[in-house]
């Protein structure tokens, strides 16, 4: 289940712990993409809920375009609210996603 990133100390801190354990979701999913049902000539994991979001990701191959998308989904209105595109989850893009997906969970906190 997703959590805040931020430390409730009030001085912004993003707990390194907190964005390991983003960052193996990321990967977990990354690697249970191979076991998905194929749909369309896509593929989709649920990486984790919180409340009305579900933080999925999808492989897309498409010419020209990202193969990877982290979609932040409402469930409220089954809609996609923001995505990430990413090639190949190297070191920049795995950075690049974790701070995606814990900017979205700090919204949804605000929001809520």
Do not use: K
Request: net charge negative; with cysteine; proline share 4%.
């Amino acid at each position: 289940m997703l959590q805040s990133c931020w430390v409730s100390a009030g001085d912004g801190v993003w707990p390194e712990a907190r964005r390991d354990q983003i960052e193996e979701q990321i990967i977990r999913a990354y690697v249970q993409l191979i076991f998905a049902a194929e749909a369309d000539g896509s593929r989709t994991v649920t990486l984790s809920r919180q409340g009305g979001l579900e933080v999925r990701l999808t492989e897309m191959p498409l010419p020209g375009m990202p193969t990877f998308w982290l979609e932040i989904h409402s469930l409220g209105t089954r809609s996609i609210i923001d995505s990430l595109g990413c090639f190949e989850f190297d070191e920049d893009e795995l950075a690049a996603a974790v701070e995606f997906i814990c900017e979205a969970q700090e919204r949804h906190r605000t929001w809520h």
